[in-house]
């Protein structure tokens, strides 16, 4: 053999020796409450990193980055930039936008099919959450963050799983148009939109209840479904989608609609020069949090760069990124977000990690409710 290969083969031992050196080295080093951590993770069946040392020095090896999220692109750049320049050494980042149902439902039937392989971290969507679990890896990010090892808030991530971060959180109210409706006449609480003077297309519903199913966490599911059938015998108009809804607002084809996101109010409040565009915040306040949920899948190539991701996706820079670019929606978990500011002192009905799961049942039992309308706004 050539004194090349040995040379290669010995550059290799003496990196594989010395990575096995910092990780023993952490462990050594750790605190005796992340060492019991540790132990009561594996036991449980999951990955437990005791340093952040540790897991840069295998993400160094990786050196790659392959990401489905429900992110837009328009954040990608300026994360990937921010992310190269806390770890140079992951210099091929790939970021592909993975967004709304049936996008979702394509990559989930692939991921169960083993042919997602070459991607790292895979977008999680709420109507979908309870099939992802057996196909991502088992790292306790919740221990870690609990216990340093990743700077990322313990809300942020599912307590029952462990291994699901979500860093955003989309915020619902009631935008109007302000040259068709006093902002005095616009409802104060969500059972005003039931008094008689807003029945007969008076505002508009949208057919897939994102905003309805939000008020589950406050105020229980058979109330929210009473409510649901009350809005329905209202006769409101149907729309599908915020971005066109807000439109028409916008147009001054409708006066009133129940309810955006603030996301893509104030994408629409951009837009308008004449000043039409208003929107009121109705309590309990919806708060869908782990809007953008993501895990690292079982077949990931570069799972300890992913790990690095999140964490920075969960970071003060990464969420201050995530409220210019998105915008607006950094996680209600982020001190002096948007969304926190926005909420603070007031009454929240949190669509939270133990709703995760049942959100997609809401949604489908609330359109039954509503009787199964079709869309008039398109």
Known sequence: MKLGYFKTVGSSLIFLS????????????????????????????????????????????????????GLKPSSYKPLIDEFKKRYPFITDIHVEEVAGITASQRVLLEIKAGQAKGWDLTNILRDLGAEYPPYLKKHDILGMGKHGVLKIHPGMVDPRERNIAGVTSSLRLVPYNRKLI??????????????PEFKGRKFILDVRPVQIAGLVPAWGLERTLD?????????????LGATRMNNALLAGERSLYLGSSYNSIERAMGKDLTGSLGYKIIEPIPIINADVATGILNTADHPHAALLWLEFLASPEGQQIIDKYEPFEASV???GSVTEQMTRGKKLSVVDW????????????????????????K
């Not at 329905?232 to 729309?239: D, F, I, K």
């Open 333 to 335: 978990f982020t001190p």
């Open 182 to 195: 006093s902002e005095d006449k616009v409802p104060a609480k969500w059972e005003d939109f039931l008094k």
């Open 227 to 239: 409510f649901a059938r009350k809005l329905a015998a209202q006769q409101p108009v149907w729309g």
């Open 18 to 69: 010395l990575a096995s050196w910092v990780a023993a080295s952490s462990i050594l080093a750790a605190d005796p409450a992340v060492l019991q951590a540790k132990k009561e993770a594996e036991a449980k069946g999951y990955i437990f990193y005791t340093t952040h040392d540790e897991i840069v020095a295998m993400a160094k090896k990786e050196g790659r980055l392959k990401v489905m999220t």
């Open 354 to 377: 133990d709703h995760f799961t049942k959100y997609g049942d809401y949604l489908a039992k609330i359109t039954e409710a509503y009787g199964f309308p079709k869309g008039e706004i």
